[in-house]
């Protein structure tokens, strides 16, 4: 069958002898793509009378969408936080490394900072695609400055605020603009918080409730007003208490609108989260789990010290502690890893571990229509992985941007 150019010149790429991931199954069929979009082949064959130009075996491989990290405070000794003059250039670096862990979009986190930090940094990050330049950026996530200082984790305390007066102002003032700015993570139970959860709603900012010590009521309150996300669950939050069981309640909650999920961010390194409590979370609440890594600037590093925003912090193996403490401080596992570890922790599929590091995070943020999926006419950011769920090749665009070489499996 001629390949058929009245539609679109752009070559037509068949990966067959592969296992893809689509509605929620790995299903023996092959990917098309075409101008870096999925394509339909039904279509292709009967409206354009078209075929491939070029067909890759895939060698019994599993295609998954891409990973999407949502919240990443840098890595390869890039501290996201630090405000600094070659500030793109280390988030480029990042941005480039995290493609050999499956990661083809991210949200650079900035941990709690003076506002002059978020003044010189927020300005430089800028919403682009993904290529071989990198992973895509979707976008800031600012966990802080208006949190608890009682759960402040490895959040530096003299930089915390509350919301004053003008609650919605004082935020854009502490945060200069909002511009690049994907979700905000808050404490629901600080004072004058439901004005400002509207309100960065209402701008399409995802509202993330942690570093809190609210209890359900209040965090359901804060669903309500707009909230969908709970930043790193179970870490930096009250306890459940089979009376009052704070933020956790959420995942099984009856008071949530209906219509609305809320997701929850789990890091899934071995070392943030027991294994039960993950399983826990999991099977309470499984289509809302969403794959973290909460990474540091140590990830992918030796051990020693290492910066995260105002604070030092020492690697030890896979602990990150600020120094001197026992208080953990984000995590240096990467993205691959954690999805080895979920679906080795809960026993759940490879499909299940898979799409909570890419479906839930695209549907939390509201993109799943182009990202997170392999659905027609979506993006072609996917991942080709053997069956330990090791990353092989990463594909952006449809374009390979990185691929294992055959001595380092």
Not at 112 to 131: A, D, E, F, K
Not at 360 to 386: C, R, V, W
Request: glycine share 10%.
């Amino acid at each position: 069958m001629p390949s058929n150019k009245s539609v679109s010149d752009a070559p037509i790429v068949q990966f067959t002898n592969c296992r893809i991931l689509r509605s929620h199954q790995l299903q023996r069929e092959d990917l098309w793509v075409r101008e870096g979009k999925i394509l339909n082949p039904e279509k292709l064959f009967f409206d354009e009378k078209g075929s491939a130009d070029i067909q890759l075996d895939c060698k019994d491989s599993i295609i998954a969408p891409g990973f999407i990290d949502v919240q990443i405070n840098g890595g390869f000794g890039v501290d996201f936080s630090l405000a600094t003059d070659d500030f793109k250039s280390g988030i480029d670096l990042v941005s480039q490394k995290i493609l050999s862990h499956g990661v083809t979009s991210f949200c650079p986190t900035l941990v709690t900072s003076p506002p002059s930090v978020y003044h010189q940094v927020l300005p430089q990050i800028s919403i682009r695609n993904g290529g071989a330049h990198g992973a895509g950026i979707l976008g800031a996530h600012l966990e802080g400055p208006f949190i608890s200082q009682e759960k402040k984790g490895a959040h530096p305390e003299h930089c915390l605020r509350t919301f004053e007066a003008g609650a919605f102002q004082d935020l854009l003032a502490t945060y200069g603009s909002l511009d690049c700015v994907r979700i905000v993570t808050l404490a629901p139970e600080m004072k004058r918080s439901s004005e400002v959860i509207r309100e960065l709603t209402k701008r399409g900012i995802c509202v993330s409730l942690g570093h809190s010590v609210a209890n359900l009521s209040q965090a359901e309150e804060a669903v309500q007003h707009g909230a969908t996300f709970i930043t790193h669950l179970f870490n930096a939050m009250l306890p459940f208490h089979h009376r009052d069981p704070g933020i956790v309640g959420l995942l099984t909650s009856d008071k949530i609108p209906a219509g609305r999920r809320v997701f929850y961010g789990m890091i899934s390194d071995g070392i943030h989260t027991n294994p039960a409590a993950l399983r826990i979370a999991h099977r309470a609440h499984p289509k809302g789990l969403v794959l973290v890594t909460d990474a540091i600037a140590g990830m992918g590093l030796a051990p020693g010290r290492h910066t995260l925003g105002q604070q030092v912090v020492e690697i030890d193996g896979l602990n990150t502690y600020i120094a001197g403490t026992k208080t953990l401080s984000g995590s240096v596992a990467t993205m691959d890893t954690c999805v080895r570890h979920f679906q080795e922790a809960t026993g759940c599929s490879v499909e299940t571990a898979l799409e909570a590091a890419s479906l839930h995070p695209a549907q939390l943020l509201g993109i799943e229509h182009k990202k997170g999926t392999l659905n027609y006419d979506s993006d072609a950011d996917f991942l080709m992985l053997n069956d330990g769920l090791y990353v092989q090749a990463t594909y952006i665009a449809g374009e390979e941007v990185w691929r294992q070489d055959a001595l380092g499996m």
